[in-house]
Each structure stands twice: as C-alpha cells, then as structure tokens.
C-alpha cells in the first residue's frame, strides 16, 4: 500500500470512529434550509506542470482543507447546496528535485446529495457537483492562478446529534481542468485533482 492510500485510510477510520461515538441518534432528514462547515486533509496526488515543451512531475506533502455549504433539504434524503471549498498543499518536489512553494485551489460548485439509507441512525450518501475552480501554483516566489471548470463527488456517513445538528464524515474528490498560468514570462499548463478527507457540523434552520 503506498502512503497516499495508508492516510487515505487513516483519515477516514478516525472520521468513521467519531461518527461511532453519536450514532445513537437518528440520521433522517429534516425538512428545510441548512448550512455546514468542514475540514479536513487534503492529498494531493503526483500531478503534471507543462510548461515550454516539457512536463515535469510534481510531488506534494498532505495540504488541509476547509470550507462550508448552504442548502435546502427536501426531507426525502436529497439536498441540493452551494458550497465553497479552499485546499492547500506545499510543493516537496518538482521532477525528483527539491522545491519551494504550494499548490492551492478554492471552488464554488452546486451540489446534490442522496442519502442511501434515509432512517438509519448513521446514514451513508453520496453526492456530486459542478461550478469552477481557481487553480493557484507559487514555485519559487512566482505565482499565479486560474478560474476553470470542474466537477467533484463525495461519498460520506451522517447521523444527528441533536433536533438541529449533524455530524457528518466524507471522502471528496475534485478535479478541474488544466489551469492556464504564467509563471516567471513563461506559458504553463497545471493539472489538478484531490483526494480529501473532511468532518463537518450541518445546522438545520428549518423551513
């Protein structure tokens, strides 16, 4: 197992033990508007930087992410949200060599979600979205950034903890497309995609 995947695991046996401690409450869905926060960890895996003709490789040590949503629930175990999300990472190398600097994102996506057992006491979901991401790399003191579309999905477990709040535990996944820069007069093309794992506190407003 390579270490991405043993702190994948990691991270989310800690977020699944938490979701153990409340899952005496009932997870079913309360009508109305709501809004969450999250953090976590973020795992960026190896991704590509072109730039003159070349693509280089680039590793990166695990980031951390935060950020929150507002929705409305149907009571039926489906949400439709906007949610925001901002990731960073600092760069441990480019092409098998040491490097300085960081790779961060924020996006804005429109999000659906569906529970998949709606009167569990800890129910598991899925969902996905759509929107755009702004892609941002600083290597050496040069930087810049770059709005592009992009897409994510999540699959996570939530139970109730109380009449208006729930806990809930998730895996992310997100990926935009490549980001146009220029990094010091020069053209270059940076991929993105990330693996996180998040824990959040949703508050229900009611109808």
């Known amino acids: 197992m390579n270490p991405i995947h043993r702190r994948l695991l990691f991270a989310a046996s800690l977020s699944a033990a938490a979701l153990g401690l409340v899952s005496a409450a009932s997870a079913q869905s309360q009508p109305g508007y709501y809004v969450s926060g999250e953090g976590g960890v973020s795992f960026l895996p190896n991704l590509e930087l072109k730039s003159g ?25 489906t949400r439709v949200e906007l949610d925001a999300q901002h990731q960073m990472s600092n760069l441990a190398g480019i092409g098998g060599v040491a490097a300085n600097g960081h790779l961060q994102s924020t996006s804005v996506m429109v999000n659906g979600q569906y529970d998949i057992l709606h009167q569990a006491s800890v129910t598991p979901y899925v969902g996905v ?25 999540e699959a996570g477990l939530r139970t109730n903890i109380s009449d208006k709040v729930s806990l809930f535990g998730e895996y992310r996944f997100s ?25 959040g506190l949703t508050y229900h407003m009611g109808e």
């Open 129 to 153: 979205g759509v929107g755009a991401q702004n892609v941002g790399v600083s290597i050496a003191g040069v930087n810049d950034s770059d709005w592009k579309p992009a897409y994510q999905a």
């Open 175 to 199: 990926q935009s497309e490549a980001a146009d820069l220029s990094l010091g007069g020069a053209n270059a093309h940076q991929h993105f995609a990330d693996h996180s794992i998040l824990a």
């Open 53 to 77: 003709g070349t693509t280089s490789t680039e590793h990166f040590d695990t980031g951390y992410s935060y950020g929150g949503a507002v929705g409305y629930d149907m009571g039926n175990g």
